[in-house]
């Protein structure tokens, strides 16, 4: 039986392992970058920081200011990216820390304080940051590296399309980036060059150049929403709750708000305390399955902010106290989080960023 009503299990050996999977396909020589934002895309981000370093990541990344200096003040050292959009004020704050920032502005680059390291970002059609234009890019390099108090470190860039394997718009994207990079070489000594995210590595060992920024398949998640262990990549997250309360429902009675299941035959239902302020979403109201005692159960009626009913049938060996996994494996039936993406019709990153912090993590 559980301690806690609902827990996020998080095994940090499968975090590590992930990281030296991925680095074990990488091409020429080149680093992981262990992408930790979002604390670590809900799996808590010093501790999947720690995990990654074990597993040969020898950088970090993360997409806000705050992110970084979290990192550092938890004594987290070595190198430490902050991808995002920085005010000046941040991007001051970050250089006592010795965290690395973007910039894609003259600016921007012209702002920085004394011992600054800079990675300039060119867009090559993701659309978001950077700059479109070569030439603007080359320009803001060349404005940090006439600094002789600043240090121009990298040159990254950002695919849009490298989880729809088979397009055509990831290599147009890496044949931009892979021109630009010669010539930037030829400019500037020891860039590091990076721009593959976890479909890219994964798709291509020529997105690798110096360093790939790999998020998702860190956490054992499928960058290409199928199953994780095509990938040789292990799901690190679990999430289990256990069955509050087991009821007899006649045909006619209902469970949950709005009567949005009603009995249409004697049968036992489940109350699981775990909601969508727990961020198991409304939408999977009458659209999962939930496993106890190793075999999957619909969820029935709305989801609730701290419960979900589940119908075991008309018979049932299930007790008060078992453990419901609604994420992860129990005696060889497993719930994929890329499953549960699927039902509601978005992706297994969301999945686990939208675990609210109402869910405490136990990590092993
Ligand atoms: C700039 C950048 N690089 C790398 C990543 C990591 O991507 P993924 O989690 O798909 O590996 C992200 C994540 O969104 C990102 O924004």
């Known amino acids: 039986m559980l301690s806690e009503r609902a827990v996020a299990r998080i095994s940090t050996d499968a975090i590590s ?21 979002a604390d670590g895309y809900g799996h808590g981000a010093l501790q999947s920081a720690r995990a990654a370093r074990d597993g040969g990541a020898t950088w970090l990344a993360v997409a806000t200011a705050g992110e970084a200096v979290a990192l550092r ?19 001051h704050a970050l250089v006592q820390g010795g965290v690395d920032v973007v910039a894609w502005t003259p600016g921007f680059a012209r702002s920085l304080a004394s011992d600054a390291r800079v990675h300039v970002k060119l867009d090559t059609g993701m ?45 147009a994207q890496l044949a931009r980036f892979t021109e630009f990079v010669e010539g930037m070489r030829s400019e500037h000594d020891g860039l590091v060059c990076h721009a593959a995210n976890s479909a890219a590595t994964l798709r ?28 040789g990549l292990e799901p690190a997250l679990s999430l289990e709750s256990w069955v509050a309360s087991v009821k007899r429902f006649e045909p006619g009675e209902s469970a949950g708000y709005g009567r949005r299941w009603v009995a249409g035959e004697s049968t036992w239902v489940a109350t699981v305390p775990v909601g969508y302020g727990d ?33 075991l049938g008309a018979d049932t060996d299930v007790e008060v106290g078992d453990t419901a996994v609604l994420i992860g494996e129990q005696d060889g039936e497993r719930i994929l989080c890329e499953e549960v993406a699927r039902r509601l019709h978005t992706i297994n990153y ?13 990590y092993s």
């Not at 392992?17 to 934002?37: D, F, M, P, Y």
């Not at 003040?73 to 991007?91: F, H, N, P, S």
């Not at 360093?211 to 860190?218: E, Q």
């Open 279 to 311: 961020g198991w979403r409304r939408g999977l109201s009458g659209d999962c399955d939930v496993l106890i005692r190793g075999c999957r159960h619909p969820l029935v009626g709305t989801v609730s902010m701290d419960n979900v009913t589940v119908d």
């Open 127 to 171: 659309g978001r940051l950077g700059a479109k234009d070569p030439e603007e890019v080359r320009a803001v390099a060349a404005e940090v590296a006439a600094r002789d108090d600043v240090e121009l470190v990298g040159l990254m860039t950002h695919f849009a399309t490298a989880d729809e394997r088979g397009d055509d718009y990831f290599p």
């Open 17 to 37: 392992r992930n990281c030296a999977h991925l680095r074990s396909r990488l091409a020429g020589g080149a680093e992981l970058c262990a992408v930790v934002k």
């Open 350 to 362: 969301e999945v686990t960023c939208g675990l609210t912090q109402r869910v405490p993590r136990g």
């Open 73 to 91: 003040q938890a004594g987290i050292d070595g190198r430490v990216l902050v991808m995002g959009a920085l005010t000046a004020e941040e991007a």
């Open 204 to 231: 291509d060992p020529a997105s690798h150049f110096d360093m790939v920024r790999c998020g998702v398949g860190i956490y054992g998640l499928d960058p290409f929403q199928a199953d994780p262990a095509d990938e």
